[in-house]
C-alpha cells in the first residue's frame, strides 16, 4: 500500500520540525510555503548573497536559526519543497483527501494530499489610529521584514509603538542595527507586566532576554514609555511625526519620517477554514481559532496544526508543536514513533502554555485605543471604510454579525479579505452594540485567501 501523502503548509518552525519526524520515519512530506527560503518570520533568511551574520539578524536566537536553516538544507532532498509557492485554496475531496489550489514560481497548479499539517503562523493585529493609512506606516512584522531580508530599516528615524513582546524585540533589533529611534511606546501599562513577572520567572530564560531588550534599549539611548493612552501620526503626506498622550493626559510629539505599529499578534487561520476546521472563540488574546487538541489534531480527523497558525505561542513553541503533531499524525497512520518523547514534548507545552498565559496578563488587551476609534478613521483600507460606516450599519440596517457587516458594508472585501480589518471592525461592531465580541461572529474564510493574479488556473 503506498504512503500517505502529507501535505504541509508552512516552513516555519513548526513546519520544518514536522516535517524532519516525518522523514525520519521514512514518509516524503509535501512542503509548501511562500517563502523563498525556509525560515518563517522569525528566522526568515535573507536573498543568497544577501546574508549577514546571525548574530545580527537574530540576536538571542542565532544559535536557534543556524540549526533551523541547517535542517531546512538537510531536509532537502528528503522532501517534496515547493519554496515561493502559496496555497490559496483548498477542498476537501469526497470521501477523503484534499486539493490544494497553489500559485508558485510556475503558475497556478493545483497539488493533492491525503493528510495535512497546517503550520501557517501569525500576522500582527492591527487596529485604525489617526493617520495610520500614511505612507511610512508600517507592521512591526514589516519592519522586521525590511531588517531581516532586505538589510534596511522602514526609516531614518523610526517611532515604533504596539502592545506586545514583539515591541521591545524589534526595538532592540533596530537598535542593534544602528538606526535612530524616535521613541518606543507601550500602550500597555507597566504594572501588569511587574505583577505578571513571577509567572513569567516559570521560563526564566525567555524571561531575561525580553528584560534585556528592554534595557538595552535604555542602554542605546532610546526612549522607552509605558501606558500610553493615544497616539496620532501626523503628517501631510507621509509622516513627519507622531504624536501620543501619557498616562497622566499629557501630549508629546516627537519628529520621525516612520512609524512601525502593532497591537500582539493573530493566527492566520484561513487555510484551516478552507479545510472544515471548527473554530473556537479564546478570550485572552480576543480572537477565533482553529480547535485543537493538545496533540495537535484538528476538529477534521485528516486536519493536524501546529505553531501561531492555531494559537499565539511564539517560535519555541511553534518547534515544539511542529515535533509533537507530526508525531500524532504517525500514530494516527499506525507508524512506529517514540512515546518517550511525546510525554517530554507533552511537558515541555504544558509549562509553555503557563507561560504564555502570564505573557498575555503581561501585556493586556488595549481597550482604551478601540474606545478611541472616531467615526470618519478608515477600518478597512482596500474599500475605504470608516468606523462611522459600520456603526450606522449595525444601528439602521441590523448588521449584528460579521458577515452580514461584511455583505452590507464592503469592509472586508478587499484584497487582505478581512485580515488586516477584520479583528478592528468586529471590535467595533461589538462595542457599538455593547455585547461581548465573541458574539458577532468571525469573517468565514474564502478563497482566494489571499490576493492572486487575474489569470486562468492551470
Known amino acids: 500500500m503506498a504512503d500517505p501523502v502529507v501535505a504541509i503548509v508552512g516552513a516555519g518552525p513548526a513546519g520544518l520540525r514536522a516535517a524532519q519526524v516525518l522523514a525520519e520515519a521514512g514518509l516524503r512530506p509535501l512542503l ?33 536559526a543556524r540549526s533551523l536553516h541547517a535542517l531546512a538544507d538537510a531536509l532537502a532532498p528528503r522532501i517534496a519543497y515547493r519554496p515561493g509557492t502559496m496555497v490559496w485554496g483548498i477542498a476537501a475531496r469526497d470521501p477523503a483527501g484534499f486539493d490544494l489550489d497553489c500559485l508558485g514560481p510556475e503558475g497556478h497548479d493545483r497539488a493533492a494530499a491525503d493528510r495535512l499539517i497546517l503550520a501557517t503562523g501569525a500576522m500582527d493585529r492591527t487596529l485604525p489610529f489617526p493617520g495610520w493609512t500614511l505612507p511610512g506606516v508600517f507592521t512591526l512584522g514589516a519592519a522586521q521584514i525590511a531588517l531581516k531580508a532586505q538589510g534596511m530599516a522602514i526609516g531614518r528615524r523610526v517611532a515604533l509603538v504596539g502592545a506586545g513582546p514583539l515591541l521591545p524585540l524589534v526595538a532592540h533589533q533596530y537598535a542593534k542595527a544602528g538606526a535612530e529611534i524616535a521613541a518606543v511606546l507601550d500602550v500597555t501599562p507597566l504594572k501588569p507586566k511587574v505583577m505578571a513577572a513571577p509567572r513569567l520567572a516559570a521560563v526564566p530564560a525567555t524571561l531575561a532576554k525580553g528584560v534585556w531588550y528592554t534595557f538595552a534599549c535604555a542602554l542605546h539611548g532610546v526612549p522607552v514609555r509605558s501606558g500610553v493612552r493615544a497616539v496620532a501620526v501626523e503628517g501631510a503626506a507621509c509622516v513627519e511625526a507622531l504624536a501620543w498622550e501619557d498616562a497622566r493626559g499629557r501630549r508629546h510629539r516627537v519628529a520621525c519620517d516612520a512609524v512601525g505599529a502593532s497591537f500582539g499578534l493573530r493566527s492566520e487561520a484561513q487555510a484551516a477554514d478552507l479545510a472544515g476546521c471548527r473554530f473556537v472563540f479564546e478570550p485572552v488574546t480576543r480572537q477565533w481559532q482553529p480547535e485543537r487538541s493538545a496533540q495537535g489534531r484538528a476538529s477534521h480527523p485528516h486536519v493536524y496544526l501546529a505553531g501561531d497558525g492555531s494559537g499565539i505561542g511564539g517560535a519555541d513553541v511553534a518547534e515544539w508543536q511542529g515535533e509533537r503533531t507530526a508525531l500524532t499524525l504517525l500514530a494516527d497512520l499506525g507508524r512506529p514513533r517514540d512515546a518517550a518523547r511525546e510525554a517530554r514534548l507533552d511537558r515541555i507545552l504544558a509549562r509553555q502554555a503557563g507561560f504564555r498565559a502570564a505573557l498575555e496578563a503581561a501585556y493586556p488587551y488595549p481597550h482604551h485605543l478601540v474606545e478611541n476609534i472616531a467615526d470618519d478613521e478608515i477600518v478597512c483600507r482596500c474599500e475605504g471604510i470608516t468606523a462611522g ?41 461589538a462595542r457599538h452594540l455593547r455585547v461581548p465580541v465573541e458574539t458577532v461572529g468571525r469573517l468565514r474564510g474564502q478563497a482566494p485567501i489571499k490576493p492572486i493574479p487575474l489569470r486562468e488556473p492551470a
Open 389 to 429: 460606516a459600520l456603526r450606522r450599519a449595525a444601528t439602521e440596517r441590523d448588521a449584528s454579525e460579521m458577515n452580514r457587516l461584511k455583505a452590507l458594508t464592503r469592509a472586508g472585501m478587499g484584497r487582505c479579505q478581512g485580515r488586516v480589518c477584520g479583528h478592528a471592525a468586529a471590535e467595533i461592531l
Open 32 to 64: 509548501i510555503d511562500e517563502g523563498h527560503r525556509a525560515g518563517g518570520q522569525i528566522y526568515r533568511r535573507p536573498p543568497p548573497g544577501a546574508e549577514r551574520p546571525a548574530a545580527d539578524l537574530y540576536g538571542f536566537e542565532a544559535g536557534r
